[in-house]
């Protein structure tokens, strides 16, 4: 069961849902009628390199996140 990333075209809203068996994604404000956009998944991960604080609690050296916290690394 895929956890899939929206974004809503008529109200801006991004989501993520868990689609079972050929179910259609729906946006929580605009409800199925709306038009919605793939995004493309990130994911997290935590490194530990022993005691470094730094390695720990990563931040998003790139500073492309848009959405703060959500990719784990800010």
């Known amino acids: 069961m ?3 990333e929206y974004l809503c075209e008529d109200c801006g809203t991004k989501f993520e849902q868990l ?3 050929g179910a259609t994604a729906e946006c929580p404000k605009c409800g199925p009628s709306a038009k919605l ?6 994911f997290a991960a935590k ?3 022993g005691g470094s604080k730094s390695a720990e609690t990563p931040s998003c050296r790139s500073g492309m996140c848009q959405n703060p ?3 784990g690394r800010n």
């Open 37 to 42: 956009h793939t995004e493309h998944s990130t």
């Open 19 to 21: 689609i079972r068996n």
């Open 69 to 71: 916290g959500f990719c």
């Open 2 to 4: 895929p956890i899939f």
């Open 47 to 49: 490194v530990s390199s």
